[in-house]
């Protein structure tokens, strides 16, 4: 559960009102981040974006172990992580990470929109959850955010959350408040002087 001290979730998706990209003066913070993915396209990918947006990629890692550490060697601001990965799966690999680094950000980015993931990774200590089917080009300001003391959800996935809950919550009958003990003359008197004073017209 998120307490009410936690940082507030905002979708990457949404334009930060705080940092424009496109005008912000070059001096801005540069964070050091670390992509650990099993897909070598996708992490190719990854880090020209991030290098583009003068983010600092310092590794790259294809395993949950590996990510590990490098995490412990290179000491990054954030570590972009997948879940689903060979040797040491992404979330065993997040609970490592906060383990022995726990200043370092975990940003995940996974395929999977699962709540259940979800709910582990935030558990865990995972500063962000973000699903691949978003556009990629969202991935360096959703990094500087977490890395900023900010919690990064998939605005789908908290859709998602919202349902479940409705769909949980106890389904009670529309109580009829007509019938309220003084509410009809509470509503009789609201009408009442809610008409047009006759003297104003003369």
Known sequence: ????????????????????????????????????????????????????????????AKTGRQAVEMTISLKPDVVVLNIRMPNMDGLTALRAIKSAEPATKVLMYTGYSSLDYLTEAIANGASGFLVKDRSPTNIPDAVRAVAMGEMIVDSNLLQNILINIREKSPKKPPEDFTDASGLKDLLREYKKSARPDDSSSM
């Open 1 to 60: 559960m998120i307490s009410p001290d936690s940082p507030p979730l905002r979708d990457p998706a949404e334009p930060n009102q705080e940092r424009d990209p496109k005008i912000d003066p070059p001096d801005r913070p540069i964070f050091r981040v670390v992509i650990a993915d099993d897909d070598r396209p996708l992490r190719a990918g990854l880090r020209r974006i991030l290098k583009d947006d003068g983010l600092e990629v310092i590794g790259s």
